[in-house]
């Protein structure tokens, strides 16, 4: 197996030697450091070609290597920069060797279908994903493209499940009251994006997103099977559907940046960088997330306001009480009891976590109204639409 060495120079020349000695070499790159060499080049330290220039030399050499292992050590290559050069590796194909371990680059399963394949990723939970899945959705739906998003999620169900576009409450009810997750991603983007969707399931993720167990290719086969114009393929948390996409959307959120955040920015044909991204690469797009309620509101209700983070929804100026605890149960009744006692009569909830098992149980026993909110993202349509039409075009 044809391998590509990284080295340092923290290591003696001779040591280094004695183990490239016994590897299939596609080539040696030196990724700094000079403690131990002496005067003299390189190339004649080591006895053969060696590459600098670790990212450019790897994706160069790439094409000749099934594999990269890595002897170097800090503090040339902290754990940080190993991190960061094995999300590289990945992303181009390639498995990455350390002593103790070994990361494969994740599998990406066909899928029968004629029509575009689009995919919505991003480097982490709680980025917009679904806003961003819901919307390219509905943009395929104003053009006449009647398309299907399929959704993995840690709450999904066991086998993949067909919702039709726009399920009522009473009906997401039915399910939470058969013990399922009727706030699920799938469920929502139905809600929301007023399309068919598939829900799926997944347990787990790895460094580079691929998740420990899912259905999401039986769930691509039955999307395939409605016979749509498209198919949206939506990510859980940083976790990636295992499947081929034709064009690929990535979010890159707020918060301190990832190691492997590059992993999913390489696949990405599109970046859609949050307020507050750290370090966006050449070309990311910034968009923003605009909360406002699905239905009209009357000016005099009493609003009670559930997110999982949001503290403000465009037309609501003066909402009796806002709750950001939608995915955190134990505060979330308190603030319920709040709501109750304030006497709110519109529950208005963003459909995630907690949004219909525990806080529209709650408004029908109250007698209130429920009320979804939709995050809107703005600045993205032009992009979206065009990455459509590329992928038509593939």
Not at 79 to 104: H, I, N, Q
């Amino acid at each position: 197996m044809p391998v590509i060495a990284l080295i340092d120079g923290e290591h003696h020349p001779s040591a280094v030697r004695d183990v490239l000695a016994g590897l299939d070499l596609a080539g040696v790159v030196f990724c700094g450091g000079d403690e131990k060499l002496g005067p003299g080049s390189l190339d004649d330290h080591y006895g053969m070609r060696i590459e600098t220039e670790p990212e450019e030399a790897l994706r160069r050499l790439a094409p000749r290597a099934d594999a990269v292992v890595d002897l170097a050590d800090e503090p040339v290559l902290p754990a940080s920069r190993k991190l960061r050069l094995a999300a590289l590796v990945l992303s181009l194909g390639l498995a990455y060797e350390t002593p103790g371990g070994r990361l494969d680059p994740p599998r990406y399963e066909q899928v029968e279908f004629d029509g575009p394949k689009l995919a919505v990723i991003a480097t982490g939970k709680r980025t917009g994903k679904t806003a961003v899945a819901g919307h390219w959705a509905g943009l395929l739906r104003a053009q006449g493209v009647d398309p299907v998003i399929v959704c993995m999620g840690r709450g999904g169900p066991a086998e993949p499940r067909v919702a039709e576009a726009g399920p009522s409450l009473d009906e997401l009810l039915a399910i939470a009251d058969n013990e399922s997750h009727a706030a699920s991603d799938y469920l929502e983007d139905a809600v929301i994006g007023g399309v068919r969707t598939v829900g799926c399931r997944r347990v787990g993720g790895g460094f580079a997103g691929a998740p420990f167990d899912s259905n999401v290719s039986e769930g691509a086969a039955l999307a395939a099977s409605l016979n749509p114009g498209a198919i949206v393929f939506e990510g859980s948390g940083a976790c990636i559907p295992p499947v081929e996409a034709d064009r690929t959307v990535c979010i890159l959120g707020a918060g301190p940046p990832e190691p492997f955040a590059e992993y999913r920015l390489a696949r990405a044909d599109l970046v859609l960088a949050a307020k507050g991204a750290p370090d966006p690469p050449p070309g990311a797009l910034p968009f923003s997330l605009r909360p406002e309620p699905l239905e009209e509101i009357p000016g005099e209700a009493r609003v009670a306001v559930f997110t999982t983070g949001a503290t403000e929804v465009d037309g609501i100026p003066d909402p009796v009480l806002v709750s950001a605890s939608l995915a955190r149960r134990a505060p979330l009744a308190g603030e319920l009891d709040r709501a109750a006692a304030e006497r709110c009569d519109v529950y208005l909830t963003e459909l995630k976590a907690a949004a219909i098992d525990t806080v529209a149980v709650r408004a029908r026993a109250e007698g209130a109204r429920v009320v979804f909110i939709r995050n809107r993202p703005v600045g993205i349509d032009d992009a979206l639409v065009k990455l459509y039409r590329d992928a038509c075009r593939k």
